[in-house]
Protein backbone atom coordinates (compact mmCIF):
# COMPACT_ATOMS: atom_id res chain seq x y z
CA UNK A 1 0.00 0.00 0.00
CA UNK A 2 1.01 3.60 -0.77
CA UNK A 3 -0.04 6.11 1.73
CA UNK A 4 1.04 9.59 0.87
CA UNK A 5 0.85 12.49 3.37
CA UNK A 6 0.68 16.08 2.25
CA UNK A 7 -0.66 19.36 2.19
CA UNK A 8 -2.14 21.49 -0.22
CA UNK A 9 -0.81 21.34 -4.03
CA UNK A 10 1.84 23.27 -3.75
CA UNK A 11 5.70 24.02 -2.86
CA UNK A 12 6.96 20.26 -1.80
CA UNK A 13 3.64 18.46 -1.56
CA UNK A 14 2.94 19.48 -5.28
CA UNK A 15 6.40 17.55 -6.63
CA UNK A 16 5.20 14.40 -5.37
CA UNK A 17 1.46 14.86 -6.49
CA UNK A 18 2.66 15.45 -9.82
CA UNK A 19 4.84 12.79 -10.05
CA UNK A 20 2.21 10.75 -8.26
CA UNK A 21 -0.47 11.46 -10.72
CA UNK A 22 2.13 11.38 -13.78
CA UNK A 23 3.22 7.55 -12.88
CA UNK A 24 -0.77 6.93 -12.78
CA UNK A 25 -0.36 5.23 -9.30
CA UNK A 26 -3.21 4.83 -7.06
CA UNK A 27 -2.52 5.90 -3.19
CA UNK A 28 -4.07 6.79 0.18
CA UNK A 29 -4.40 10.56 0.32
CA UNK A 30 -3.82 12.18 4.04
CA UNK A 31 -4.52 15.76 3.70
CA UNK A 32 -2.19 17.26 6.31
CA UNK A 33 -3.72 21.00 7.53
CA UNK A 34 -0.61 23.04 8.08
CA UNK A 35 -2.66 25.89 9.24
CA UNK A 36 -3.99 23.46 12.22
CA UNK A 37 -0.36 22.67 12.74
CA UNK A 38 -1.00 18.91 12.07
CA UNK A 39 2.25 18.82 10.97
CA UNK A 40 3.57 19.07 14.67
CA UNK A 41 1.21 16.58 16.22
CA UNK A 42 3.01 13.12 17.63
CA UNK A 43 0.97 11.24 15.37
CA UNK A 44 2.55 12.77 11.99
CA UNK A 45 5.67 13.17 14.26
CA UNK A 46 6.18 9.62 14.87
CA UNK A 47 6.16 8.96 10.97
CA UNK A 48 8.65 12.15 10.25
CA UNK A 49 10.41 13.28 12.89
CA UNK A 50 11.19 16.46 11.09
CA UNK A 51 7.43 17.35 11.57
CA UNK A 52 7.27 18.53 7.65
CA UNK A 53 5.51 17.41 4.81
CA UNK A 54 5.04 15.50 2.35
CA UNK A 55 5.63 12.22 3.41
CA UNK A 56 5.13 8.70 2.15
CA UNK A 57 4.52 5.48 3.64
CA UNK A 58 5.65 2.50 1.22
CA UNK A 59 4.60 -1.66 2.40
CA UNK A 60 5.27 0.26 5.95
CA UNK A 61 8.47 2.48 5.48
CA UNK A 62 8.44 5.86 5.24
CA UNK A 63 10.28 8.17 3.12
CA UNK A 64 10.26 11.85 3.12
CA UNK A 65 12.55 14.82 1.64
CA UNK A 66 10.39 14.89 -1.71
CA UNK A 67 13.30 15.01 -4.41
CA UNK A 68 14.24 12.24 -3.00
CA UNK A 69 10.44 10.47 -2.81
CA UNK A 70 9.95 11.39 -6.37
CA UNK A 71 13.20 8.98 -7.30
CA UNK A 72 11.83 6.58 -4.89
CA UNK A 73 8.72 6.32 -6.66
CA UNK A 74 11.09 6.26 -10.13
CA UNK A 75 12.93 3.55 -8.73
CA UNK A 76 10.00 1.11 -7.40
CA UNK A 77 7.31 2.35 -10.40
CA UNK A 78 9.69 2.47 -13.55
CA UNK A 79 6.49 1.74 -15.99
CA UNK A 80 6.19 5.49 -16.68
CA UNK A 81 9.83 6.67 -16.10
CA UNK A 82 10.32 10.29 -15.50
CA UNK A 83 14.16 9.93 -15.27
CA UNK A 84 16.28 10.61 -18.51
CA UNK A 85 17.84 7.20 -19.83
CA UNK A 86 20.93 8.94 -20.43
CA UNK A 87 23.04 9.32 -17.27
CA UNK A 88 24.68 13.21 -18.48
CA UNK A 89 20.99 14.13 -18.40
CA UNK A 90 19.90 12.10 -15.64
CA UNK A 91 23.34 14.13 -13.59
CA UNK A 92 21.21 17.57 -14.97
CA UNK A 93 18.10 16.37 -13.81
CA UNK A 94 19.31 15.88 -10.27
CA UNK A 95 21.68 19.07 -11.11
CA UNK A 96 18.76 21.03 -11.57
CA UNK A 97 16.89 19.63 -9.05
CA UNK A 98 19.16 20.12 -6.26
CA UNK A 99 19.55 23.87 -7.52
CA UNK A 100 15.57 24.39 -6.64
CA UNK A 101 15.78 22.78 -3.43
CA UNK A 102 19.45 24.96 -2.13
CA UNK A 103 18.00 27.86 -4.00
CA UNK A 104 15.02 29.05 -5.83
CA UNK A 105 12.61 27.17 -3.19
CA UNK A 106 14.23 28.65 0.07
CA UNK A 107 14.02 32.43 -1.53
CA UNK A 108 10.44 31.83 -2.90
CA UNK A 109 9.72 30.13 0.15
CA UNK A 110 10.60 33.05 2.48
CA UNK A 111 9.01 35.74 0.81
CA UNK A 112 5.95 33.05 0.76
CA UNK A 113 6.27 32.75 4.71
CA UNK A 114 6.47 36.81 4.41
CA UNK A 115 3.63 37.31 2.77
CA UNK A 116 1.35 34.27 4.18
CA UNK A 117 2.77 32.13 7.23
CA UNK A 118 3.52 35.71 9.01
CA UNK A 119 -0.46 36.34 8.64
CA UNK A 120 -1.58 33.06 10.71
CA UNK A 121 1.70 33.92 12.87
CA UNK A 122 0.61 37.41 13.93
CA UNK A 123 -3.35 35.53 15.00
CA UNK A 124 -1.80 34.36 17.73
CA UNK A 125 -1.54 35.19 20.85
CA UNK A 126 1.68 34.65 23.03
CA UNK A 127 0.29 31.17 24.66
CA UNK A 128 -0.78 29.97 21.50
CA UNK A 129 2.32 30.90 19.95
CA UNK A 130 4.43 29.23 22.77
CA UNK A 131 2.10 26.06 22.50
CA UNK A 132 3.04 26.25 18.43
CA UNK A 133 6.75 26.51 18.77
CA UNK A 134 7.11 24.11 21.48
CA UNK A 135 5.83 21.13 19.15
CA UNK A 136 7.88 21.68 16.33
CA UNK A 137 11.01 18.97 16.23
CA UNK A 138 13.57 21.42 14.23
CA UNK A 139 15.39 23.95 15.58
CA UNK A 140 15.26 26.21 11.87
CA UNK A 141 12.05 25.51 11.36
CA UNK A 142 11.09 27.30 15.07
CA UNK A 143 12.90 29.78 13.92
CA UNK A 144 11.40 30.76 11.51
CA UNK A 145 8.22 30.72 12.58
CA UNK A 146 9.47 32.57 15.69
CA UNK A 147 10.44 35.21 12.90
CA UNK A 148 7.50 35.57 11.20
CA UNK A 149 5.55 35.80 14.29
CA UNK A 150 7.57 38.68 15.21
CA UNK A 151 9.28 41.63 12.87
CA UNK A 152 9.35 38.79 9.97
CA UNK A 153 12.69 39.19 7.91
CA UNK A 154 14.21 42.34 7.41
CA UNK A 155 13.93 44.15 3.74
CA UNK A 156 17.63 43.12 3.09
CA UNK A 157 16.88 39.49 3.60
CA UNK A 158 13.72 39.84 1.09
CA UNK A 159 15.26 41.73 -1.19
CA UNK A 160 18.09 38.83 -1.41
CA UNK A 161 15.18 36.24 -2.00
CA UNK A 162 13.66 38.55 -4.55
CA UNK A 163 17.18 38.91 -6.53
CA UNK A 164 17.37 34.90 -6.59
CA UNK A 165 14.12 34.18 -7.94
CA UNK A 166 15.58 36.67 -11.27
CA UNK A 167 18.45 34.55 -10.74
CA UNK A 168 16.73 31.37 -11.21
CA UNK A 169 14.06 32.39 -14.07
CA UNK A 170 17.52 33.33 -15.55
CA UNK A 171 19.24 30.25 -15.24
CA UNK A 172 16.06 28.49 -16.20
CA UNK A 173 15.69 30.57 -19.64
CA UNK A 174 19.20 29.76 -20.11
CA UNK A 175 18.54 25.78 -19.93
CA UNK A 176 15.17 26.40 -21.95
CA UNK A 177 17.30 27.64 -25.15
CA UNK A 178 19.55 24.56 -25.23
CA UNK A 179 16.98 21.86 -24.79
CA UNK A 180 13.60 21.27 -24.62
CA UNK A 181 12.90 20.46 -21.10
CA UNK A 182 14.97 21.43 -17.78
CA UNK A 183 16.88 18.31 -18.16
CA UNK A 184 17.25 17.34 -21.74
CA UNK A 185 14.77 16.35 -24.70
CA UNK A 186 12.19 14.87 -22.22
CA UNK A 187 9.88 15.62 -19.52
CA UNK A 188 11.29 14.63 -16.46
CA UNK A 189 11.51 14.77 -12.80
CA UNK A 190 13.69 18.37 -13.45
CA UNK A 191 10.41 19.64 -14.73
CA UNK A 192 7.57 18.66 -12.11
CA UNK A 193 10.27 19.13 -9.52
CA UNK A 194 10.37 22.92 -10.46
CA UNK A 195 6.45 23.76 -11.36
CA UNK A 196 4.46 24.63 -7.84
CA UNK A 197 8.28 27.76 -7.70
CA UNK A 198 7.86 28.26 -11.39
CA UNK A 199 3.99 28.98 -10.88
CA UNK A 200 5.16 30.99 -7.55
CA UNK A 201 6.87 33.46 -9.42
CA UNK A 202 4.81 34.18 -12.12
CA UNK A 203 2.35 34.92 -9.91
CA UNK A 204 3.91 36.77 -6.99
CA UNK A 205 7.20 38.38 -9.13
CA UNK A 206 5.92 38.26 -12.94
CA UNK A 207 8.51 41.21 -13.27
CA UNK A 208 11.25 38.53 -13.77
CA UNK A 209 9.05 35.46 -15.80
CA UNK A 210 6.98 37.76 -18.47
CA UNK A 211 6.95 37.47 -22.32
CA UNK A 212 10.01 39.77 -22.44
CA UNK A 213 12.71 38.77 -19.99
CA UNK A 214 11.55 35.32 -20.08
CA UNK A 215 9.63 33.54 -22.82
CA UNK A 216 10.60 30.20 -22.78
CA UNK A 217 10.08 29.79 -19.46
CA UNK A 218 6.59 31.33 -19.78
CA UNK A 219 5.92 28.70 -22.49
CA UNK A 220 7.46 25.82 -20.49
CA UNK A 221 5.22 26.77 -17.67
CA UNK A 222 2.07 26.82 -20.23
CA UNK A 223 3.35 23.44 -21.71
CA UNK A 224 3.43 22.17 -17.77
CA UNK A 225 -0.20 23.76 -16.85
CA UNK A 226 -1.53 21.79 -19.88
CA UNK A 227 -0.23 18.07 -18.58
CA UNK A 228 -3.35 16.38 -17.31
CA UNK A 229 -1.15 15.19 -14.11
CA UNK A 230 -0.78 18.67 -13.49
CA UNK A 231 -4.07 19.37 -13.56
CA UNK A 232 -5.06 16.35 -12.14
CA UNK A 233 -2.42 17.53 -8.84
CA UNK A 234 -3.69 20.96 -9.02
CA UNK A 235 -7.27 19.43 -7.91
CA UNK A 236 -6.33 17.70 -4.90
CA UNK A 237 -7.87 19.38 -1.91
CA UNK A 238 -6.56 23.10 -0.69
CA UNK A 239 -8.15 24.06 2.85
CA UNK A 240 -6.35 27.40 2.64
CA UNK A 241 -8.71 30.22 2.58
CA UNK A 242 -8.21 32.03 -0.67
CA UNK A 243 -7.10 35.17 1.05
CA UNK A 244 -3.96 33.22 1.98
CA UNK A 245 -3.02 31.99 -0.79
CA UNK A 246 0.01 33.95 -2.80
CA UNK A 247 2.24 31.01 -3.64
CA UNK A 248 1.26 28.48 -6.97
CA UNK A 249 -2.18 26.98 -7.75
CA UNK B 1 37.84 9.47 -20.97
CA UNK B 2 37.62 10.60 -17.53
CA UNK B 3 39.02 13.94 -16.37
CA UNK B 4 38.69 14.77 -12.59
CA UNK B 5 39.44 18.43 -11.54
CA UNK B 6 40.07 18.13 -7.50
CA UNK B 7 41.74 19.59 -4.83
CA UNK B 8 43.47 17.55 -1.43
CA UNK B 9 41.47 14.40 -0.83
CA UNK B 10 39.17 16.32 1.94
CA UNK B 11 36.19 17.53 1.99
CA UNK B 12 33.86 16.78 -1.19
CA UNK B 13 36.96 15.99 -3.25
CA UNK B 14 37.74 13.60 -0.80
CA UNK B 15 33.66 12.09 -1.92
CA UNK B 16 34.82 11.35 -5.34
CA UNK B 17 38.03 10.40 -5.13
CA UNK B 18 36.90 7.41 -2.95
CA UNK B 19 34.12 6.68 -5.06
CA UNK B 20 36.38 6.59 -8.14
CA UNK B 21 39.20 3.77 -6.27
CA UNK B 22 36.25 2.16 -4.65
CA UNK B 23 35.09 1.61 -7.94
CA UNK B 24 38.88 0.74 -9.31
CA UNK B 25 38.43 3.48 -12.08
CA UNK B 26 41.54 5.09 -14.32
CA UNK B 27 40.94 8.94 -14.70
CA UNK B 28 43.40 11.47 -15.29
CA UNK B 29 44.13 13.49 -12.23
CA UNK B 30 43.73 17.42 -12.26
CA UNK B 31 45.03 19.03 -9.14
CA UNK B 32 42.98 22.70 -8.45
CA UNK B 33 45.36 24.31 -5.99
CA UNK B 34 42.48 25.70 -3.82
CA UNK B 35 45.46 28.25 -1.92
CA UNK B 36 46.18 29.37 -5.42
CA UNK B 37 42.86 30.38 -6.34
CA UNK B 38 42.94 28.07 -9.51
CA UNK B 39 39.39 27.53 -8.95
CA UNK B 40 38.88 31.15 -9.85
CA UNK B 41 40.88 31.19 -13.02
CA UNK B 42 39.26 31.26 -16.34
CA UNK B 43 40.49 28.27 -17.64
CA UNK B 44 38.70 26.82 -14.66
CA UNK B 45 35.43 28.74 -14.71
CA UNK B 46 35.00 27.54 -18.47
CA UNK B 47 34.51 23.99 -16.62
CA UNK B 48 32.79 24.74 -13.79
CA UNK B 49 31.03 28.45 -14.03
CA UNK B 50 30.56 27.86 -10.12
CA UNK B 51 34.28 28.18 -9.49
CA UNK B 52 34.42 24.96 -7.14
CA UNK B 53 35.88 21.87 -6.91
CA UNK B 54 35.04 18.74 -7.44
CA UNK B 55 33.87 18.46 -11.07
CA UNK B 56 34.73 15.62 -13.77
CA UNK B 57 34.71 15.74 -17.77
CA UNK B 58 33.76 12.96 -19.20
CA UNK B 59 33.35 11.77 -22.94
CA UNK B 60 33.20 15.72 -23.16
CA UNK B 61 30.96 16.59 -20.65
CA UNK B 62 31.43 18.19 -17.56
CA UNK B 63 29.65 17.72 -14.23
CA UNK B 64 29.86 19.16 -10.76
CA UNK B 65 28.25 18.87 -7.66
CA UNK B 66 30.01 16.08 -5.61
CA UNK B 67 27.21 14.02 -4.45
CA UNK B 68 25.60 14.03 -7.89
CA UNK B 69 28.67 13.36 -9.85
CA UNK B 70 28.77 9.84 -7.22
CA UNK B 71 25.64 9.18 -8.31
CA UNK B 72 26.55 9.10 -12.15
CA UNK B 73 29.53 7.41 -11.50
CA UNK B 74 27.39 4.43 -10.28
CA UNK B 75 24.99 5.32 -13.15
CA UNK B 76 27.75 5.09 -16.00
CA UNK B 77 30.24 2.36 -14.42
CA UNK B 78 27.58 -0.29 -12.73
CA UNK B 79 30.47 -2.95 -12.25
CA UNK B 80 31.46 -2.26 -8.52
CA UNK B 81 27.92 -0.77 -7.54
CA UNK B 82 27.51 1.31 -4.24
CA UNK B 83 23.90 2.29 -4.45
CA UNK B 84 21.97 -0.31 -2.33
CA UNK B 85 19.66 -2.58 -4.84
CA UNK B 86 16.63 -2.52 -2.13
CA UNK B 87 15.08 0.88 -3.03
CA UNK B 88 14.60 2.27 0.59
CA UNK B 89 18.17 1.63 1.83
CA UNK B 90 18.69 3.58 -1.76
CA UNK B 91 16.24 6.40 0.05
CA UNK B 92 18.07 6.62 3.02
CA UNK B 93 21.32 6.46 1.32
CA UNK B 94 20.35 9.72 -0.58
CA UNK B 95 18.37 11.03 2.48
CA UNK B 96 21.86 10.64 4.26
CA UNK B 97 23.50 12.24 1.77
CA UNK B 98 21.44 14.73 1.55
CA UNK B 99 21.75 15.45 4.91
CA UNK B 100 25.67 15.49 5.28
CA UNK B 101 25.46 17.99 2.18
CA UNK B 102 22.81 20.25 3.59
CA UNK B 103 23.70 20.34 7.64
CA UNK B 104 26.85 18.47 8.51
CA UNK B 105 28.94 19.62 5.68
CA UNK B 106 28.41 23.21 6.36
CA UNK B 107 29.13 23.11 9.53
CA UNK B 108 32.00 21.46 9.34
CA UNK B 109 33.21 24.21 6.78
CA UNK B 110 32.68 26.99 8.54
CA UNK B 111 34.69 26.05 11.78
CA UNK B 112 37.38 24.90 8.86
CA UNK B 113 36.91 28.28 7.16
CA UNK B 114 37.45 30.27 10.19
CA UNK B 115 40.66 28.10 11.23
CA UNK B 116 42.49 27.45 8.03
CA UNK B 117 41.13 30.16 5.11
CA UNK B 118 40.92 32.83 7.48
CA UNK B 119 44.50 32.65 7.69
CA UNK B 120 44.99 32.77 3.97
CA UNK B 121 42.75 35.23 3.64
CA UNK B 122 44.20 37.82 6.28
CA UNK B 123 47.42 37.23 4.84
CA UNK B 124 46.58 39.13 1.38
CA UNK B 125 47.30 42.82 1.22
CA UNK B 126 43.80 44.63 0.26
CA UNK B 127 44.65 44.90 -3.34
CA UNK B 128 45.18 40.95 -3.56
CA UNK B 129 42.28 39.92 -1.39
CA UNK B 130 40.35 42.82 -3.84
CA UNK B 131 41.71 40.83 -6.73
CA UNK B 132 40.37 37.22 -5.17
CA UNK B 133 37.38 38.80 -5.04
CA UNK B 134 36.33 40.22 -8.42
CA UNK B 135 36.98 36.58 -9.94
CA UNK B 136 35.00 34.61 -7.40
CA UNK B 137 32.16 33.58 -9.60
CA UNK B 138 29.28 32.57 -6.38
CA UNK B 139 28.07 35.45 -4.22
CA UNK B 140 27.77 33.62 -1.33
CA UNK B 141 31.00 31.99 -1.72
CA UNK B 142 32.65 35.76 -2.41
CA UNK B 143 30.73 36.71 0.97
CA UNK B 144 32.48 33.73 2.92
CA UNK B 145 36.30 35.04 1.64
CA UNK B 146 34.85 38.62 2.63
CA UNK B 147 33.60 37.51 6.26
CA UNK B 148 37.10 35.46 6.77
CA UNK B 149 39.03 38.13 5.68
CA UNK B 150 37.45 40.41 8.04
CA UNK B 151 35.95 39.48 11.26
CA UNK B 152 35.23 36.30 10.67
CA UNK B 153 32.29 34.43 12.16
CA UNK B 154 30.68 35.36 15.49
CA UNK B 155 31.15 33.45 18.19
CA UNK B 156 27.60 32.56 18.02
CA UNK B 157 27.92 31.26 14.52
CA UNK B 158 30.76 28.97 15.46
CA UNK B 159 28.99 27.77 18.42
CA UNK B 160 25.82 26.58 16.22
CA UNK B 161 27.87 24.93 13.61
CA UNK B 162 29.44 23.00 16.54
CA UNK B 163 25.79 21.93 18.00
CA UNK B 164 25.54 21.33 14.70
CA UNK B 165 28.52 18.40 14.69
CA UNK B 166 27.33 16.99 17.54
CA UNK B 167 23.96 16.50 16.35
CA UNK B 168 25.69 14.73 13.46
CA UNK B 169 27.38 12.70 14.98
CA UNK B 170 24.47 11.89 17.56
CA UNK B 171 22.30 10.92 14.00
CA UNK B 172 25.10 8.84 12.65
CA UNK B 173 25.16 6.91 16.15
CA UNK B 174 21.42 6.09 15.78
CA UNK B 175 21.63 4.79 12.27
CA UNK B 176 24.89 2.67 13.11
CA UNK B 177 22.43 1.46 16.49
CA UNK B 178 20.54 0.02 13.29
CA UNK B 179 22.23 -0.76 10.45
CA UNK B 180 26.46 -2.04 10.16
CA UNK B 181 26.56 1.00 7.21
CA UNK B 182 25.09 4.50 6.84
CA UNK B 183 22.01 3.19 4.48
CA UNK B 184 22.18 -0.77 5.19
CA UNK B 185 24.13 -4.03 5.56
CA UNK B 186 26.16 -3.03 3.04
CA UNK B 187 28.50 -0.52 2.21
CA UNK B 188 27.30 2.69 -0.20
CA UNK B 189 27.80 6.08 -0.99
CA UNK B 190 26.23 7.42 1.93
CA UNK B 191 29.17 6.23 3.98
CA UNK B 192 32.22 7.47 1.47
CA UNK B 193 30.30 10.67 1.30
CA UNK B 194 30.42 11.05 5.08
CA UNK B 195 33.99 9.97 5.68
CA UNK B 196 35.99 13.06 5.28
CA UNK B 197 33.39 14.96 7.68
CA UNK B 198 33.92 12.33 10.53
CA UNK B 199 37.66 12.19 10.44
CA UNK B 200 37.31 16.20 10.39
CA UNK B 201 35.06 15.56 13.65
CA UNK B 202 37.63 13.83 14.67
CA UNK B 203 40.47 15.83 14.37
CA UNK B 204 39.01 18.92 15.93
CA UNK B 205 35.77 18.19 17.72
CA UNK B 206 36.74 14.63 19.71
CA UNK B 207 34.33 15.55 22.60
CA UNK B 208 31.59 14.79 20.05
CA UNK B 209 33.34 11.12 18.65
CA UNK B 210 35.01 9.04 21.30
CA UNK B 211 34.22 5.79 22.58
CA UNK B 212 32.08 7.22 25.46
CA UNK B 213 29.74 9.05 23.14
CA UNK B 214 29.79 7.65 19.72
CA UNK B 215 31.59 4.10 19.93
CA UNK B 216 29.71 2.88 16.59
CA UNK B 217 30.26 6.00 14.73
CA UNK B 218 33.82 6.07 15.66
CA UNK B 219 33.78 1.72 14.89
CA UNK B 220 32.55 2.97 11.59
CA UNK B 221 35.56 5.08 11.10
CA UNK B 222 38.17 3.21 11.69
CA UNK B 223 36.31 0.30 9.35
CA UNK B 224 36.48 3.38 6.41
CA UNK B 225 39.79 3.94 7.25
CA UNK B 226 41.04 0.19 6.54
CA UNK B 227 39.38 0.28 3.24
CA UNK B 228 42.22 0.10 0.22
CA UNK B 229 39.86 2.55 -1.55
CA UNK B 230 40.17 5.58 1.10
CA UNK B 231 44.17 4.81 1.90
CA UNK B 232 44.25 5.05 -2.04
CA UNK B 233 42.67 8.17 -2.01
CA UNK B 234 43.99 9.48 1.12
CA UNK B 235 47.31 9.42 -0.96
CA UNK B 236 46.34 11.54 -3.52
CA UNK B 237 48.39 14.54 -3.99
CA UNK B 238 48.26 17.37 -1.12
CA UNK B 239 49.61 20.81 -1.45
CA UNK B 240 48.45 22.37 1.83
CA UNK B 241 50.94 22.96 4.42
CA UNK B 242 51.13 20.87 7.24
CA UNK B 243 50.35 24.59 9.53
CA UNK B 244 47.27 24.99 7.16
CA UNK B 245 45.99 21.25 7.42
CA UNK B 246 42.81 21.28 9.88
CA UNK B 247 40.71 19.16 8.23
CA UNK B 248 39.93 15.17 7.33
CA UNK B 249 43.11 13.22 6.33
Redesign the interface.
Known sequence: MLEVYHAEPVANSMKVLICLKEKKLDFVSHYVNLLAFEQHEPEFVAINPNGQVPVIV?NG?A???ST??N??LD??FPEIPLRPED??W??KM??WS?FVD?YFCPALSMIGWHLLVRKVAQSLNKDELDEVLSKIPLKAQREKWATVAGDSFTAEQLGESRRKLGVSIEKMEAILGESEWLAGPAYSLADLNSFSMVAGVERLHPEFLNEDKAPLALNWLKRMQERSAVQEAMAMPNKVPETLRTIGG
Do not use: G
Open positions: HFINEIIEYDVPVRARIKD
